[in-house]
C-alpha cells in the first residue's frame, strides 16, 4: 500500500516522481517511423520461454484446424478458484455455486480441497450426504501426492456417485530444485508411490466409481520428455483404458511465453503420450500475461479435450481462464457451448455474491457495459444493423431471434444470453446522431427525419458536456418534447383557436386567434394545404415562414394513437425544426409549425 501512494496522479502539468522517461538511444535497426526508446526497466532478469525450457515442436498442424465442438468444461471456482479469494466461501456459498454450475449443464465439478481446510472436506461431506449430486455429474477432489492428504480425501468423497480423485504434483525444474529439493527421479517416485496408494485405497471401495486424474504442475516449465515419462507411467499404473480413461491435466500454472508456444507444448504431448486413446488430455491455462483464454483455445486446435477453468476467470493472480468467454467464443462461431448462458445476470449475480469479486462491466458477454456502445459511429452502424436484421427476419419469415444474426459491432444477439436492447446504446457525450435516433425509435416510438438528427444531437451533446453524465432513453425524450414539441404550446406566439376548411377543391382555409408577446391577434390565410394557409396567416401578423421540409408517421396502431409531426422552417432568415404530438396527424402538424415559429426567436414585425 506505501508502494502505491508514492505514484501521484494529480492534475495538469503534473510529474510522475517514480516513472522515468525512456531515454536510451533509438536503436539502430529501428524504422524511422518508431522513435521509442529503451527503458531503463531491467528486462534482462527475465528469460525468454525457449531459454526455459525445451520447445521440441517444428512441425505444427494446430494452425489449420478448426474448433467444431466443445470441449469438456470442468469450473474449479470451488476449489482453485476458491482458493484465491481473501474470504473463502462457507458451505452456503459453496452450495449456492455447485447448484448453478449444475443448473448450466456442467458434468464434471471440481469441488474442493478436502485435506487442506475442514470447511472443504464439510463441503464434500455434504454434497454426499444431501443427493445433491446429479447421477451423472462427476465430482473431482484434489489432492497433493502425500499419502495421509490422500486418505483424507480419498473419506471424504464417501458415497458420491461418481468421483474423480486430482493428484497434482510441481515437476519444474525450479519448484523440484527450489521448493521440493528432489531430483527428476525423487520427484517421480513421489508421484508413483502417491498414485499407486491413490489407486490402492480406491480398490477397497469396489462398489464405488472412482477414476484417477494427474497434474504435473507447472507443466508448460517442465521437461517435455519428463512430463512423458511421468504420465506415461501413471497411465499404465492406474491400467487405463477407451473405456476407463485417466485425464492428464497440463497446466499453464505460471504463463510464461505467447498462447503459441503453449499449443505446441500441447500438440507435442497429444502425438507422443502413449495409450493416447485411453488418456483425456486435458489444460488448466492461468492468465498471468493476460491470455489466458487464447491458451485455452490454441490447446483445444493443439489436441486437448478438457479444459479447467472458472466462471468469470477468478484465480490467483490474474486468475484462472475464464470459461463463460471461451464458451461464449464458441458459441459465436455457431459450435454449440453444451452449457446453457441464456440468463448470463442470473449467473454473474450468483457467482459476485460467492466470491465477494464484482465483474468488470467490460467483461467479454458478461459485464454490464459489454453490449453498450456510446460512440456515435458505433451506435449508427448498430442501429442500422438492427434495422436491417428486422427486414431480413421478416423476408424469411421467422421471429428476429431465430434469423441469421450480422449486426455491427455486437458479436452475438444481446437477447440470446438474456441482456435486452435497451443497454446496447447509450447516450453521452461521446454519442451521436443515429444512437439518439434509435433510442428515440425504440422506446418511443419517433422516427426522426434523416435531416433533423444532426439538429438533436448538438443540442443532446450540449447537455452531456455540461453536465458530463449519461442520459437515459426517457430523458432523451423529454429533452427532445421540451426542445421541438413544448414550444408550440409555450412561447411568444400560441394559438388561442383554430380551424381550417378545405373552400374550393385544392385551395384551404386557415383562420386563427394568435395570443402574439400577451397581445390577441385575429388573422386568415389561404393555401394549397392546410400548412401553406397557416404559413399565409402568419404572414398577415409580420411573420415571414416558409416550410422546407415536413415528415409525419403514427407511433403506434390502432384508433387514437398519436402521430408525430416534423417541420423544417425558415423563418425570416432563421431556420429550424419543429414538432408536434397529438391524436390528430393535421394538430401535430399544425403544432410542429408553431414550434419552429418560436424556436426561432423572430416572432413579429
Known amino acids: 500500500m506505501a ?3 508514492k505514484f501521484r496522479t494529480m492534475t495538469q502539468g503534473t510529474v510522475f516522481p517514480t516513472l522515468r522517461t525512456p531515454s536510451g538511444d533509438v536503436p539502430a535497426d529501428a524504422p524511422r517511423w518508431n522513435p521509442q526508446r529503451p527503458s531503463a526497466m531491467t528486462h534482462h532478469r527475465y528469460q525468454p520461454a525457449h531459454e526455459r525450457v525445451a520447445l521440441p515442436l517444428t512441425d505444427r498442424t494446430w494452425p489449420s484446424r478448426r474448433i467444431e465442438r466443445a470441449p469438456l468444461w470442468v469450473p474449479v471456482d470451488l476449489r482453485d478458484g476458491n482458493q484465491a479469494l481473501a474470504e473463502p466461501m462457507d ?11 449444475v443448473t448450466m449443464g456442467f458434468k464434471e465439478i471440481e469441488v474442493g480441497y478436502p485435506s487442506a481446510s475442514q470447511t472443504d472436506f464439510d463441503f464434500v461431506r455434504h454434497l454426499a450426504e444431501s443427493g445433491a ?13 502425500r ?5 483424507r480425501t480419498i473419506a471424504s468423497a464417501e458415497g458420491l456417485p461418481r468421483t474423480l480423485v486430482h493428484l497434482y504434483t510441481a515437476t519444474a525444474p525450479t519448484w523440484r530444485n527450489v521448493v521440493l529439493g528432489r531430483s527428476r527421479a525423487e520427484v517421480h517416485a513421489l508421484i508413483r508411490d502417491a ?5 490402492r485405497r480406491a480398490e477397497e471401495r469396489p462398489g464405488a466409481d472412482i477414476q484417477f486424474e494427474f497434474s504435473p504442475e507447472v507443466f508448460n516449465l517442465t521437461e517435455p520428455d519428463f512430463v512423458l515419462e511421468v504420465c506415461n507411467s501413471l497411465t ?14 497440463l497446466p499453464a500454472t505460471v504463463e510464461i511465453a505467447t498462447p503459441n508456444v503453449y499449443a505446441d507444448q500441447i500438440e507435442y504431448m497429444d502425438r507422443h503420450l502413449a495409450h493416447r486413446e485411453s488418456v483425456i488430455l486435458s489444460v488448466h491455462p492461468h492468465n498471468d500475461r493476460g491470455t489466458g483464454v487464447a491458451c485455452a483455445e490454441l490447446a483445444v486446435l493443439a489436441g486437448a479435450q478438457r479444459v479447467e477453468g472458472c466462471l468469470f476467470g477468478n484465480g490467483e493472480r490474474t486468475g484462472n481462464v475464464d ?14 457451448p453444451m452449457i446453457d448462458f441464456s440468463d448470463i445476470d442470473a449467473v454473474r449475480e450468483v457467482v459476485e455474491y460467492c466470491n465477494r469479486l464484482p465483474v468488470h462491466p467490460r467483461h467479454p458477454y458478461g459485464g454490464d457495459l459489454v453490449h453498450t456502445a456510446f460512440s456515435g459511429t458505433h451506435q449508427d452502424a448498430i442501429a442500422k444493423g438492427m434495422a436491417h436484421h428486422a427486414e431480413q427476419a421478416a423476408e424469411m419469415g421467422v421471429p428476429t431471434e431465430k434469423a441469421p444474426w450480422a449486426v455491427p459491432y455486437l458479436p452475438i444477439d444481446p437477447g440470446d444470453i438474456g441482456r435486452t436492447y435497451e443497454e446496447v446504446i447509450r447516450i453521452n457525450s461521446q454519442s451521436g446522431k443515429g444512437g439518439i435516433a434509435h433510442l428515440l425509435r425504440t422506446h418511443h416510438s419517433l422516427d426522426l427525419p434523416q435531416a433533423m438528427r444532426p439538429d438533436f444531437s448538438r443540442t443532446v451533446q450540449q447537455v452531456t458536456d455540461a453536465t458530463g453524465q449519461e442520459l437515459t432513453h426517457k430523458e432523451l425524450f423529454d429533452l427532445f418534447r421540451t426542445t421541438y414539441i413544448t414550444p408550440a404550446l409555450d412561447g411568444p406566439v400560441t394559438l388561442d383557436s383554430w380551424n381550417t376548411a378545405e373552400t374550393t377543391p385544392g385551395r384551404h382555409q386557415f383562420t386563427c386567434t394568435l395570443q402574439i408577446d400577451g397581445q390577441e391577434r385575429s388573422c386568415r390565410g389561404t393555401g394549397n394545404g392546410p400548412l401553406s394557409a397557416l404559413c399565409e396567416a402568419l404572414r398577415t401578423v409580420g411573420i415571414t415562414i416558409d416550410i422546407l421540409s415536413y415528415a409525419e408517421h403514427s407511433t403506434t396502431t390502432g384508433p387514437g394513437s398519436p402521430a408525430a409531426a416534423y417541420a423544417e422552417c425558415r423563418v425570416d432568415d432563421v431556420t429550424c425544426w419543429g414538432a408536434g404530438w397529438d391524436t390528430s396527424v393535421l394538430t401535430a402538424s399544425v403544432h410542429a ?11 413579429s414585425s
Open 3 to 5: 508502494d502505491r501512494k
Open 323 to 336: 470459461l463463460v468467454t471461451l464458451a461464449l467464443n464458441l458459441y459465436a462461431q455457431g459450435v454449440n
Open 133 to 145: 449430486v446429479p447421477e451423472d455429474v462427476t465430482i473431482s477432489v484434489f489432492t497433493a501426492a
Open 91 to 101: 458451505t452456503q456459498r459453496k452450495r449456492r455455486m455447485f447448484d448453478l454450475l
Open 593 to 603: 409549425v408553431m414550434a419552429a415559429v418560436n424556436r426561432s426567436g423572430r416572432t
Open 147 to 151: 499419502r495421509d492428504l490422500i486418505d
Open 236 to 249: 499404465e499404473l492406474w491400467e487405463a483404458s477407451p473405456d476407463r480413461p485417466v485425464v492428464h491435466n
Open 195 to 199: 498414485a499407486t496408494h491413490v489407486m
